[in-house]
């Protein structure tokens, strides 16, 4: 089963898939500490003393420690533990958030509502001007951050949502706003392109100081990202 389960892990690091690894999840408690060498399941049983016969199960040791509701949460959990479960949630939670954009760091915060202003004004501006790729790329920034932004108000919805089914629409139409959207694109790609390959460097060698440098630079192209050109 460990041996299918590299394979698994190997193809999607090949290939750049995405994997929800469950038997990752089921190998390691909370604190770190590793069960899969020691025959553990999906139950979260193993063998705590190397005769080959599941005697323990780390995941109740571990709840029976630690604060129920506070470090852990009850819930019912198909054939295993409720810590089980919990750890998968979180799993799902972060890979979710991690597609949908957030970088992984606590400082990744949604844009405010003065940045969405202030992409609002900028396009306004260029649109007087009468330049129309540069009012195309500030409001499409306002709708990138609007995307981001959980609570937004009534009266800016309603202007995102002109800006999407009607300003937006209307600029695209011109001709310097068509070899704007065409380097817009081309950009996206390159940066994610490149943080791909920051990020792939990073993942292989954690503990040298290349992988350091490519983790703190995947970092550092991922905010100039979200400012340049709104989510991945």
Request: proline share 3%.
């Amino acid at each position: 089963l460990h041996r299918a389960n590299e394979r698994i892990r190997a193809h999607c690091r090949k290939n750049r898939r995405i994997l929800y690894d469950f038997a990752d999840i089921e190998s390691y408690d909370p604190d770190g500490k590793y069960y899969g060498d020691k025959l553990a399941n999906d139950r979260c049983d193993y063998d705590s003393d190397g005769d080959g016969k599941l005697d323990a199960n780390w995941a109740r040791e571990w709840q029976d420690r630690h604060r129920k509701g506070v470090d852990w949460y009850e819930c019912r959990s198909a054939h295993s533990e409720p810590l089980n479960a919990n750890r998968k949630a979180y799993a799902c939670w972060w890979l979710w958030a991690r597609l949908a954009g957030w970088s992984g760091s606590a400082g990744d915060t949604p844009p405010t509502l003065e940045d969405l202003e202030a992409y609002l004004r900028a396009g306004k501006q260029a649109e007087a001007a009468g330049d129309a790729a540069g009012a195309w790329f500030q409001y499409r920034r306002a709708v990138d951050a609007a995307d981001r932004m959980p609570d937004l108000d009534a009266s800016h919805a309603a202007i995102i949502r002109a800006l999407r089914t009607k300003k937006l629409r209307q600029l695209a139409k011109q001709e310097a706003v068509k070899k704007e959207k065409s380097a817009y694109r081309g950009l996206q790609r390159s940066l994610a392109s490149a943080l791909r390959d920051l990020e792939k460097v990073a993942a292989e060698h954690p503990d040298t100081r290349s992988g350091e440098l490519a983790a703190s630079l995947a970092r550092t192209l991922r905010d100039r990202m979200r400012e340049a050109t709104g989510p991945r």
